[in-house]
């Protein structure tokens, strides 16, 4: 199973790099330069939320169903608490 997607800003929606976003189960990546990440090989059926968290304080957070096959592309929005 694979999750991708990009980290916006809430208010500009322009990309934002450097996110960290953590999956359901717990494995972490980064946001690159165009604010785009990708989680590769997330168990099926996993199910949760994926949660962006930015140096800033900003953060974000998307639930998801529990994960078929395929692909899941998502966009989290980062807003301030």
């Known amino acids: 199973m694979i999750v991708r997607g990009t980290t916006l800003d809430a208010e500009s ?3 934002v790099p450097g996110i ?4 359901p189960d717990g494995s972490t990546v980064v946001s690159d330069a165009a604010g785009r990440f990708e989680f590769v090989g997330l168990a099926e059926g996993l199910s949760g939320s994926l949660v962006a ?3 800033d304080g900003r953060t974000a957070e998307n639930p998801l169903r529990p994960l078929a096959r ?3 592309e ?3 929005r980062l807003r301030r608490p």
Request: charged share 25%.
């Open 70 to 72: 395929g692909v899941l």
């Open 74 to 76: 998502v966009v989290l």
């Open 53 to 55: 968290r930015a140096e």
């Open 13 to 15: 929606f322009e990309p």
């Open 20 to 23: 960290r976003v953590t999956a």
